[in-house]
């Protein structure tokens, strides 16, 4: 399982979307972006899609989940 509270580009609370984690400034949950690549998205597909979500928060979001996956 990932950790997401060390990734500067999302984040949680109770009140927003019923606590997952979100990019950091918008509603759009994270898990969002990985259900839309496993889909056959492309990046810059989803951030046309999901207005708020910048390509570097995207791309913040892939490389801690890779490092994490690393570890």
Known sequence: ????????????????????????G??????ALFENLEDGAQINE???WFPGVSIEQVKGVLEHAARSSAA
Do not use: A, K, L, N
């Open 1 to 24: 399982m990932i950790d997401w509270s060390t990734c500067e580009y999302v984040q949680q609370s109770p009140e927003r979307v019923s606590g997952v984690w979100v990019f950091e």
């Open 26 to 31: 918008t509603r759009v949950p994270v898990s």
């Open 46 to 48: 989803f951030v046309e």
